[in-house]
């Protein structure tokens, strides 16, 4: 019997390994055995398409599964929907997604709404939000104007992660702030997530430390970098934009000071 191996530590806490992390790498060694690894490209295909499944069943338009006929082989049976698109696994993947989901009741207001509730910004408002990005990220209209420019840009999911992150800071139920950071990580921080953000190898690392134990503080420095990313790569990009500028005239048109 070999003594030489490595025993763990008692007590020690294992790092925290998201769930779709280790079915991401099940998924692919399964394909390394048959010698089928996909590309970057159809890694998001599949990803389209589980996506597409998820949304039918969730508008109610899927068709019942057929049963299988008597004597009819069915490779694949009830794992058609399942994200690898193969027979090799299981659809547990798309149950605890469902699950997220129903356990996820609670809504973030401000980072799944189309638009927060605010009323129509005035002419001053629009000049400050060209005075510096903060003015611009502390008016509710503003945030909805500079999110509508994101959009046309695809990189929306820099002002949800932010929002998202603004709503989970004030929160109270220790319960609930498990769930919340659970949810922004799977939503926004993971590699399989089609809204992950942009975040350097420290901050995830950090974030993946905490995670077995999440506080209100987990994401402080993702929510940092995302700020400051938006301020300096996308805000210039505003301001130049047609959207900014005929909101800028159309009030200024508007005012009586014109």
């Known amino acids: 019997m070999r003594t030489d191996l490595k025993q763990p530590v008692g007590g020690e806490k294992k790092p925290y390994v998201p769930s779709d992390v280790i079915k991401a790498k099940n998924y692919l060694f399964s394909l390394c055995i048959h010698g089928e690894i996909p590309m970057g490209s159809e890694r998001m295909e599949m990803r389209k398409r589980q996506m597409s499944v ?21 490779p694949r049976g009830s794992n058609a929907c399942c994200f690898c698109w193969c027979c090799c696994c299981s659809c547990s993947w798309n149950e605890d997604q469902d699950d997220r989901n129903r356990k996820a009741s609670y809504d973030i207001k401000e980072g799944t709404s189309d638009c927060e509730d605010c009323p129509k910004p005035t002419l001053e408002d629009v000049r400050s939000w060209g005075q510096s990005f903060d003015k611009l990220m502390c008016c509710a209209a503003g945030r909805n104007s500079f999110r509508q420019f994101l959009r046309t840009e695809f990189s929306e999911e820099n002002m949800l992660f932010w929002l998202a ?94």
């Open 165 to 258: 992150c603004d709503e989970f800071s004030k929160e109270t139920n220790k319960s609930v702030i498990e769930e919340k950071a659970r949810v922004i990580y799977e939503d926004y921080i993971s590699i399989l997530s089609p809204k992950e953000v942009s975040l350097d190898s420290r901050v995830r690392e950090a974030i993946n430390r905490n995670m077995p134990e999440p506080t209100l503080h987990t994401f402080d420095d993702a929510q940092l970098q995302i700020y400051t990313l938006m301020q300096r790569d996308s805000y210039p990009r505003y301001l130049n934009s047609p959207a900014y500028k005929n909101l800028l005239n159309t009030l200024s048109e508007q005012s009586p000071e014109s």
């Open 54 to 74: 998820q949304q039918e069943s969730a508008a109610g338009g899927t068709a019942p599964a057929q049963q299988d006929q008597p004597g009819q082989a069915n």
